[in-house]
């Protein structure tokens, strides 16, 4: 397979993982199951759904809007990112679009971008944030670098993090997202993406602010493991809901998102529909698990209709030439 089709796939699998979900997040999984259906990908928001927002059927929302303006960035400065100049960058972009007015911007994003605005130096407090705003984002790096790089992806991260997400368990997390991505670009086997995706989220934690969150590697790890008890793949997704946690914190969206990948492993777009029912942050454990499947399945597993609706609500992401740009500062 062409690594172009994989490169492009990541972006529209978290495109399309992020609409399909968006519309059923923070709602608990018996509610979603008794909605959905299995022939259906897209859904309007629920008219009894309790948080206000005006988004329609097959919008995206931060997810995919964070990342694209993360590779737009990195792309406008050849892969040369400083900290200060990213921060400034992303907090006029959301600013620009009134996108803590629309209600999809995350706690620690927001409140970054609040400082930033303001001209106000930051506490350490203040930049310890462990909810899912930095693995979310984080895709354009496993598209850039190889699983060679694996240290620079590990201290470009770090930068991305600094003033909104500088904890031990947010990098990890977006460390297994990028390692994921970057190892199933290089076209390595399914088991090595894994260990690499482990590798780098286990070494992520020894890096930024120490703090008193479970360890996300070990969450994820506990989940590969325990998971082969259940012969009931329905059984073993209670399990993640019901026990794991779904919220919006890293240690909740990343073992998920690559749990549920390996639960439906060979079976990509049945993952897809079973991840947004899992309740609480669909979006963005399906946006992640998308760009999982895009990377490892390439592009055509996506139906062309389903990306000529997400181009046709959403504008037009350019998603495929802004994978190709990306892949342009990759070092194969």
Do not use: C
């Amino acid at each position: 397979m062409d690594i172009a089709d994989r490169a492009y796939g990541v972006l529209a699998g978290l495109a399309l993982g992020d609409a399909a979900g968006m519309p059923f997040e923070m709602l608990n999984r018996e509610k979603i199951k008794a909605l959905t259906k299995d022939e259906q990908l897209f859904y309007q928001i629920p008219e009894d759904h309790f948080l206000d927002r005006e988004l329609t059927r097959a919008e995206v929302t931060d997810d995919t809007l964070l990342t694209l303006h993360l590779a737009n960035f990195l792309i406008d400065n050849h892969a040369n990112l400083s900290k200060d100049d990213y921060y400034y960058s992303l907090a006029h972009f959301i600013k620009d679009k009134q996108l803590i007015e629309k209600g999809i911007i995350g706690p620690s994003t927001t409140k970054m971008v609040k400082k930033i605005l303001q001209n106000e130096n930051f506490s350490l407090g203040e930049r310890a944030g462990f909810s899912s705003g930095l693995p979310m984002k984080i895709t354009p790096l496993g598209i850039i670098y190889s699983d060679k790089q694996a240290d620079k992806i590990l201290a470009v991260i770090e930068e991305i993090a600094y003033y909104s997400h500088y904890t031990d368990t947010a990098l990890s997390a977006a460390a297994g997202v990028a390692a994921f991505i970057s190892a199933a670009l290089s076209g390595k086997e399914y088991q090595n993406i894994i260990e690499f995706s482990f590798k780098l989220m286990e070494k992520a934690e020894k890096l930024a602010l120490k703090t008193f969150q479970p360890s996300t590697f070990k969450r994820t790890e506990f989940l590969f493991s325990y998971l082969q008890k259940y012969s009931s793949q329905e059984k073993a997704l209670d399990f993640i809901s019901q026990v794991m946690g779904t919220g919006i914190n890293s240690y909740e969206v990343v073992p998920a998102a690559l749990a549920v990948f390996d639960l439906y492993l060979g079976q990509p777009i049945k993952a897809i529909k079973k991840s947004i029912a899992l309740g609480g942050d669909t979006d963005t454990i399906t946006a992640i698990l998308g760009s999982f499947i895009g990377a490892y399945y390439g592009i055509d597993v996506f139906e062309t209709e389903w990306l000529q609706l997400l181009n046709q609500v959403n504008d037009n992401l350019e998603l495929k030439e802004t994978a190709n740009l990306l892949l342009e500062l990759r070092e194969l």
